[in-house]
């Protein structure tokens, strides 16, 4: 991995942003990071709660990833949490399990009440208000998002709080979220982002494994030996595990959304591995777990990502055939000593890596509180970047995207000039904007969020998007 600089986010204590004596303060230093001559995220410490769902959940998600089919879909249903990426595909990057978080419009009220409680002390567990049938499905929001219930199963164990962590972590979040829209509200003016969110009264949540390399082969080895009774092996796909595979690569397509993807050109003869191997691929392979893109509603809320360790998936068990179970991994600490969060700043040019406190929330910026805004919140071009020379590391996360509701208009108080780089000369920052459909393309005065949504995906994931697979 490139020894990039590493960027200490800002931090705001939760206990200052419910404390209505610092609010100043607090105004100042979001302003600060999240304002158009900052990096766009920052980071909020000391959330009651955060940690210890953070310890329960995120393990959980290479469990399901790794799990059997049926199973998998039987705890999820229970749950009320779906998916997002076709899990069937051996050759993915990630799985993510995903829901939608519904909360209440008289959260206004119950924030109100923080003016007479420093701690803040919101109930969320209370949303949603009730459980649906026991035998009723769980809705569906655009086939992509489960409605988040009260489990109504009985799966013991490890799973058994999988759908209250999940939903209690969300609520914490969009709780931080709504903190935070307030605090922009009153620095910029006219702008009313805590009600936009509030008006929505939904977010999206997706609990996300990133698969480490050596998953990745023994999920394609599964598949591929079915099909063909073949096993692929290290020298196959093109890298050693354990070994350094890329310097900087810089992919030309991704899947859409969440999925880093990316395609490279392969020799001729071994063209029938194309399929199953071109994410690893070499020379080059590829070093992104996700790739560049700004995220498009108002903010993205992630927790510190956890990162696992399977020392025992080593290219001879590869290619004997071993199996992975969900007991192999073990935590690990950052290989090396951040989040794998890479920015872009467009203003200078420099990339770097996000380092945030274990127990802390990180909080980027969406384009569309840059549009609601005026351009006076920044939005943040962003990938996930793998552990180059650690193949056996996974990561884990929690994400939550708070957004307006479909039908809000987004209309800017002032012209908008998209994201533009005064660096011309730097060859990094002018491929990464190849593939990001520039904002001016995508949004129209006045569109709603759901055209500028629509357009945006279009612009990126469809059949002739900048991020297209072909």
């Known amino acids: 991995m490139e020894k990039l600089e590493i960027l200490e986010l800002a931090q705001i204590d939760y206990s200052h942003l419910v404390d209505p004596s610092l609010e100043n303060n607090c105004i100042q230093n979001v302003m600060e990071a999240l304002g158009p001559g900052g990096p766009g995220l920052m980071a909020v410490t000391g959330v009651p709660g955060v940690e210890a769902l953070r310890i329960t959940l995120l393990p959980l998600s290479r469990k399901l990833a790794l799990m059997d089919d049926t ?28 829901a939608q978080l519904k909360f209440a419009r008289n959260l206004c009220s119950k924030l109100e009440r923080e ?9 969320y567990k209370q949303r949603p208000a009730s459980p649906p049938e026991r035998n009723s499905e769980p809705k569906v929001i655009d086939q992509e998002y489960a409605e988040v219930v009260f489990s109504q199963g009985h799966h013991s164990g490890e799973f058994e709080k999988l759908g ?53 082969i023994l999920l394609m080895n599964s598949v591929n030996t079915k099909r063909t009774k073949k096993k692929l092996s290290a020298k196959d796909v093109g890298f050693q595990l354990g070994c350094a595979h890329s310097r900087n690569c810089l992919p030309v397509s991704s899947d859409q959304n969440i999925k880093g993807k990316c395609h490279h050109a392969v020799p001729e003869k071994n063209a029938s591995f ?111 970047c793998r552990p180059s020379e650690r193949a056996d590391v996974s990561r884990e996360t929690f994400v939550v995207f708070i957004q307006p509701s479909w039908n809000k208009p987004l209309s800017s108080r002032r012209c908008l000039n998209g994201e533009k780089t005064e660096t011309k000369h730097d060859v990094v920052v002018n491929e990464i904007q190849k593939i990001i459909p520039p904002l001016m393309s995508r949004w129209k005065e006045g569109q709603t969020f759901a055209e500028f949504s629509r357009e945006t995906t279009r612009q990126y994931y469809g059949a002739d998007g900048m991020q297209s697979r072909r």
């Open 164 to 216: 209250n962590s999940f939903r209690q972590l969300g609520f914490c979040m969009v709780e931080v979220g709504l903190l935070l829209a307030r605090l922009c509200d009153r620095a910029i003016g006219g702008i009313d982002l805590e009600n936009t969110i509030l008006e929505s009264s939904t977010a999206k949540g997706r609990l996300i494994h990133y698969h480490s390399l050596s998953e990745r």
């Open 274 to 384: 194309h399929k199953q191997t071109d994410i690893l691929a070499s020379p080059p392979a590829c070093d992104l777990w996700q790739q560049w893109h700004y995220d498009y509603g108002i903010f993205t809320l992630l927790t510190a990502p956890l990162f696992l360790s399977n020392v025992e998936l080593s290219t001879r068990n590869i290619e004997n055939g071993c199996t992975i179970t969900n007991q192999d991994a073990r935590e690990c600490s950052s290989p090396d000593g951040h989040t794998y969060l890479k920015i872009l700043n467009t203003v200078n040019g420099k990339e770097m890596f996000a380092s945030a406190p274990s127990g802390g929330l990180i909080i980027q910026v969406g384009e569309a509180a840059q549009i609601l805004s005026g351009g006076k919140l920044r939005a943040t071009v962003h990938c996930v």
């Open 71 to 98: 199973q998998r879909r039987c705890i999820l249903k229970d749950h009320g949490l779906g998916t997002d990426v076709p899990l069937k595909k051996s050759d993915r990057n990630v799985s993510s399990f995903a």
């Open 115 to 123: 003016n007479e409680s420093p701690k803040g002390d919101i109930d």
